[in-house]
């Protein structure tokens, strides 16, 4: 009687992704040198014409005049980079689509969507990660029209503004309404990586919305209008969060509901006159 082989299957030879992630890095380095490069070629040639550059001397520092002309100019010089560097993202974003959202093996070799966000990741990198002097590329990123500019380019689409950069890993498939709040250290993003599959999808938060510190926002997850995320919350992929629940912990669950705002607001001004 023949005996069936119960012994352990053998393990298939694992993809070393080392190569390709080293790959990657030096194309980062390539790219981010070269939007630096075009910004900074941009900012000198315009500043070239100006006559203070062409007349500057090191004797002439030694006036209040002429310290305070070259500290005006260096300023010129620094806003004007900013702006270059970001109108030279927005360039250079362009030809790029926005990577499909779907189930990506990854054991069967990469698909062109992983392939374009692991691309996109490098802007991303540039985005956020500015040289110097591009020091004031995130304040620029919230104010029209450079908000609509890479809003409509690199992402995320979005109708608010933030005082500090919140940490969207993938902008380009996010989309955020106005009025929303978004906790320092929380974390967006549109892609989770398992062993063998990529899962990419978007995110959509709406109008109003609260997402708590150092929370964490996974790839599908919709926040609907007025909804409240606690800190420290971790929501799952794909969730959806209905108009102002409230919801919280590690995985996320729905605790409850909120007030909308302008409730809670005529509410206070209720008690306030009764208690008068």
Request: proline share 6%.
């Amino acid at each position: 009687m023949a005996q069936g082989n119960s012994g352990p299957v053998p393990a298939t030879k694992s993809r070393n992704s080392s190569v390709g992630l080293q790959l990657l890095l030096i194309l980062d380095i390539w790219v981010r040198t070269m939007i630096w490069a075009v910004a900074l070629s941009v900012t000198l040639m315009a500043l070239s014409r100006t006559s203070f550059v062409r007349t500057v001397t090191w004797d002439g520092l030694r006036t209040w005049s002429g310290a305070w002309g070259f500290t005006t100019t260096l300023t010129n010089f620094i806003l004007l980079f900013n702006v270059a560097y970001v109108l030279t993202l927005v360039l250079v974003r362009l030809p790029f689509p926005s990577p499909k959202p779907g189930v990506y093996r990854t054991d069967r070799g990469l698909d062109k969507s992983i392939i374009v966000a692991a691309l996109l990741a490098v802007l991303t990198k540039a985005r956020f990660q500015a040289p110097f002097p591009g020091i004031f590329v995130a304040q620029l990123a919230s104010i029209m029209p450079f908000r609509w500019l890479l809003g409509r380019t690199m992402g995320p689409v979005t109708r608010s503004s933030f005082f500090i950069d919140p940490n969207i890993i993938d902008p380009w498939g996010v989309e955020v309404g106005k009025n929303v709040t978004i906790g320092f250290g929380s974390t967006i993003t549109c892609h989770l990586q398992e062993r063998d599959y990529i899962i990419v999808d978007r995110v959509v938060i709406e109008d109003d919305a609260s997402i708590g510190a150092y929370a964490g926002i996974s790839c599908g997850v919709h926040i609907k209008r007025g909804a409240v995320i606690e800190p420290y919350a971790a929501i799952k992929p794909r969730t959806v969060v209905g108009e102002y629940e409230l919801w919280g912990g590690r995985p996320a669950f729905k605790k409850g509901t909120v007030r909308p705002a302008a409730a809670n607001a005529e509410r206070s001004a209720v008690e306030s006159t009764t208690s008068v």
